[in-house]
């Protein structure tokens, strides 16, 4: 059974009077929402539509319940801004965690609107999992504006999706397989404005609680401005009922069978099926012959000078204890080298008819048989001809983001295809978040 560990911390910030965002810790559903309007209706709002999506994910606690659930999120906020006209305009942003039963397997599904983020760290490295949902962003992912860009762009806190303006709002929603060690990271743009990918990586690194880790990180936003109310929801994978370990024991069991000779292999388990293998390998095939031949040194001082003949035939076994070492050195480099290109890319594929992300090299690569990482809601039977044969074929991408960011694009290709407007370029119609109120 996959257990996960959780705490959340949120804070006012340095520059504004109220706090607009809600944070939500309730086993197995997490969410932030940052919400926006004038007055208390920001307030409102979030928890508004945090309380709707708490009771409607509770009534079908599924894949897509959550997805259901923002939904609902949406429409209570929005009934609330029609009632009351001081209410008028209000939204929220909303990024959830829930974790489910999917198939028999238990996954992360995640939903999001707006532009607070969700981010994954395993395996020490940072990945921003959604994408935000402001102008700048949309331009960006249409390719018409950089980075860099888009990251200084006064625009950045123009929304183009939002929960409570519309009576109906798009769910970007995916799945992520949980392993023990994963720490996930739900944040309002409090934070990530503040301070850099690079420090929040820092921080998540460090081994202590997640409620200590979501308090140094709204202590770190607020020593670099604070200038807006900063949420954090930090989620840690504690128990991945031996998936990594099943992972990691069938990829050796497959080496061994397709290799000519068994590979050596220090013992134990691993508990990541990513990146143990390449250490563990090198080290092991690295243990260094000469302390094999050690006897020849050992012996030399303290027994009488050896014929001749003995000893060049301890140097033979010497020369030919190193050779071996060193073949399988350089074996044990060879497939370590094999391991990591096959589990370090990606690529955008079909199953089931279906879009999906898989890790590895579409049609496998020695004895690695691609996985599948995410399975997404569109099908290739309505993506443009020649997309879908160039997913048969599998289309290779060199990190996870980047493998989502396709599949949006191509989202967005059969989108336009279908004859419906045209999105993000030109963008919809900005919805919310005039830029922030001047600083007092
Ligand atoms: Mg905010």
Redesign the pocket.
Known sequence: MTTLRAGGATDVGQARSTN??QLLVAHPLFAVA?G?GGHAAGEVASLTAIEALMVAFDGNPSSEGLIDAVRDANRAVWEQGRERSELRGMGT?MTAVALIEEGGEEVLAIANVG??RAYLLRDGMLDQLTHDHSVPEELRRAGQLSQEEAEADPRR?VLTRVLGVEPEVEVDSFHLVPYKGDRLLLA???LF?EITDAEIASVLRRRVRPDRVAKQLVQLANEAGGS????VVVIDVTDDDDRAARASATVKTEAVTAMPRPLPTAGGDSSDPDTEELPRTVLTGGAPPPVAAGPVAETGGTEPAEPVQPARARRLTFSTVAFVSILVLLMASAAAAVVVYARSSYFVGVQGGQVAIFQGRPGGLLWFEPTLEERTELRVSDVLPSTADVLRRGKDEPSLAQARRYVGNIRQEAFRAAGNQPQPSPLPPPTT?PA?APLP
């Open positions: 607009e965002d940052d926006m942003t532009d607070s806190h309002s743009d409090g404005t807006d109310n900063i949420t978040v922030p």
